[in-house]
């Protein structure tokens, strides 16, 4: 099929790519991938796969590596090519761009500086898992990629406690075991979440339950590939007292009594002062 679009208003068009299957690609983002005078990518050896897997020729167009922390000056080149009336189509590596990914310092730049900017949309791992994981997507919250160190993720997870929405995060298969140990402290065992794995890809996996029970089976397997992983918001039920001492004794592994206590009462909405007692029974133990 001949993509090229004959005449391609000048401006900066923002082209989602396939986060899997290389056949998730939009009719659109062929044509503007075949058209546009200038192509950008977070990865050119990426952006040059696609364009062979789908027959695309690249010809005697420039192929510009950019990535927000190329600086103003891979920036400049791009703004240079528009005001120099181009087109110029930019893809990251897979999926939306912005999303988790470069593009945002350009995609301002360029709005801010008059020209035209736009987008063909496509692929998101995070419209794809909400779409799978079985909780509710009338409000969802995404939290991007959580700090590696486990302090600093225990805070941020405790800080989206009250989020009244799904809450989405990117996440690494090494660390999916540790971040829903937290995310069970953080948040409560008991709220329903979803593990999806290697999306639109032949090992396609979706793992749901509690965040205990998923926390249970990620100790006993390893993850392999990409994974995005999902949590209900707090639903109020009333927390067993097994589930209360059980987050209890996980958040004293590495917190004082006081913060345990705030912690675990936050997250099953329970009263602070009989938490912090029970707290302090468990520290005697
Ligand atoms: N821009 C991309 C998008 O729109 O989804 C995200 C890029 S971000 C650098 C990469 C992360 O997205 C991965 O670490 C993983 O958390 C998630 N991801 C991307 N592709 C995925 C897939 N096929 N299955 C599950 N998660 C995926």
Redesign the pocket.
């Known amino acids: 099929m001949n993509h090229k679009i004959e005449k391609l208003q000048p401006g900066l068009y923002f082209v989602?790519t396939p986060?899997?299957t290389a056949r998730d690609i939009t009719l659109r983002a062929l044509d503007l991938l075949a058209s546009a005078d200038v192509l950008a990518a977070e990865d050119t050896r990426s952006m040059k796969r696609l364009l062979e897997i789908h027959g695309v020729p690249l010809g005697d167009r420039p192929l510009i590596s950019y990535h927000d922390h190329s600086g103003a000056g891979a920036r400049a080149k791009l703004l240079a090519h528009l005001e120099a009336g181009r087109s110029v189509a930019y893809a990251?590596?897979?999926?939306?761009?912005l999303?988790?990914?470069p593009g945002y310092h350009l995609s301002k730049d360029a709005a801010e500086a008059g020209y035209l900017v736009t987008s063909a949309p496509g692929?998101?791992?995070?419209v794809?898992?909400l779409t799978l994981a079985g909780l509710p997507t009338d409000a969802f919250f995404f939290a991007g990629?959580l700090p590696n160190a486990h302090k600093a993720r225990l805070s941020a997870l405790q800080a989206l406690a009250e989020v009244p929405g799904t809450l989405v995060f990117?996440?690494?298969p090494r660390r999916i075991a540790d971040m829903l140990e937290d995310a069970a402290t953080a948040l409560g065992g008991t709220r329903q979440a979803a593990v999806?794995?290697?999306?639109?890809?032949k090992f396609e996996e979706v793992l749901r339950g509690s965040l205990s029970e998923l926390h249970t089976v990620a100790q006993d397997r390893t993850f392999k590939?990409?994974?995005?992983v999902l949590v209900d918001r707090a639903r109020g039920e009333a927390a067993g007292e097994d589930d209360l001492q059980a987050a209890l004794s996980q958040a004293l592994e590495s917190m004082s009594v006081r913060d345990a206590a705030e912690t675990v009462a936050k997250a099953y909405g329970v009263n602070k002062r009989k938490i912090y007692g029970m707290a302090l029974k468990l520290q005697d133990k």
Not at 123 to 126: E, F, N
Not at 225 to 228: A, D, I, L, S, Y
């Open positions: 989602a986060i899997g990251s590596e897979a999926g939306t761009p999303i988790a990914d692929p998101s791992a995070i794809t898992a990629f990117y996440e690494s999806a794995r290697e999306l639109t890809k590939g990409e994974c995005v």
